[in-house]
């Protein structure tokens, strides 16, 4: 909308829209204005802190344990585990709504009929899938921390709803089952839309890294006098973050974005060539890259360094096309 002209010759603010149009604008981001409401529960900020309290320090000790990094995914899996277990429960009680749909139904006395053979199968692995979702919780930071925490209170109201009706269907209470049942599914589904605005609009637990190859050609980016031995440093080149690192007169470079959760790897802490992230405790080799420990599950590309002219020089992993001398390609 263009800006209103007052009597004076000037502009006065535009009006906010108004009308269909702007009805059309809240309707098309309601997700936004419910990720923002469930951000300010205060409950919902209580119940975070209290639960970090006890679950941070226990995840910090325990960091280390090859139980707790492979409940992440880890560098064994390449990804986070949770999500592909969190996909059985779904699909198990799913699998009992079809099968009350469809009205099969041998046991009208009581008893486990093949719907709630179905159920329980989600309960078992639901435990599973909210372990591992847990463990995941445990390295996320701020509004993500609090979705995730929202979307695992909606799995647990999930799972009790399907505790109920599996015992609702053992007890011959066939009707109250296939509700309770329904109901459960629903929950499910708007937790898992959480699920998937954690990963899909804030990139929680994915590659933080995948794609960057640059610069493209060689950029000095400190003169060598100035980078001590034996301390992490970051620096830029193209807009790229780097992290350079001198030992025994041997120059190593990272990106210096950690893969897990863009925490800056150069205010970490190196022993023994191994760089350590200061947000969530993972760890790379700075010589190749690789994931010495989790919760991080992809390795650090390695950026290429020389020394010109008494300046160090980075270059990433992707060279420059070449181009003819007519200055065509």
Avoid at 64 to 82: F, T, Y
Avoid at 85 to 110: C, Q, V
């Amino acid at each position: 909308m263009a800006a209103e002209t007052d009597k004076a010759g000037g502009s006065a603010p535009a009006r906010p829209a108004t009308g269909p149009a702007s009805a059309l604008a809240r309707v098309e981001n309601w997700h936004h204005d419910v990720v923002e409401l469930v951000d300010g529960w205060g409950w919902i900020r209580t119940l975070n802190d209290q639960l970090t309290a006890i679950l941070g320090p226990w995840r910090e000790k325990y960091q280390a344990n090859p139980v707790i990094e492979l409940m992440h995914g880890g560098r064994w899996l390449g990804h986070p585990l949770h999500p592909a277990l969190s996909d059985l429960p779904i699909g198990f009680w799913a699998g009992s709504a079809l099968l009350d749909l469809a009205d099969r139904d041998p046991a009208p006395d009581g008893g486990l009929d093949l719907a709630g053979l179905f159920t329980a199968a989600g309960l078992v692995t639901a435990a599973a899938a909210a372990g591992t979702g847990i463990v995941d919780w445990t390295v996320s930071d701020d509004q993500d921390r609090r979705l995730g925490l929202f979307h695992g209170v909606l799995n647990t109201a999930a799972v009790g709803l399907q505790g109920l009706s599996l015992t609702a269907r053992l007890a011959g209470h066939r009707g109250t089952a296939r509700g309770l049942g329904a109901a459960g599914l629903a929950v499910t589904g708007a937790a898992a839309y959480l699920g998937g605005h954690l990963v899909f609009a804030k990139a929680v637990m994915v590659n933080r890294v995948a794609g960057a190859d640059g610069p493209r050609r060689w950029v000095r980016v400190l003169e060598e006098a100035e980078l001590p031995d034996d301390t992490p440093t970051g620096v830029q080149a193209d807009g790229r973050q780097i992290l350079l690192y001198r030992h025994d007169g041997t120059l190593y470079a990272l990106d210096n974005v950690c893969s897990h959760a863009a925490g800056l790897l150069s205010r970490g802490q190196v022993e023994g060539l191994t760089v350590t992230c200061p947000l969530h405790g993972s760890q790379y080799c700075l010589a190749d890259g690789s994931v010495r420990r989790g919760p991080s599950h992809q390795p650090q590309p390695v950026i290429r360094t020389r020394v010109r002219n008494g300046g160090i020089e980075v270059r990433g992993n992707q060279p420059a096309p070449r181009r003819r001398a007519n200055g065509r390609k």
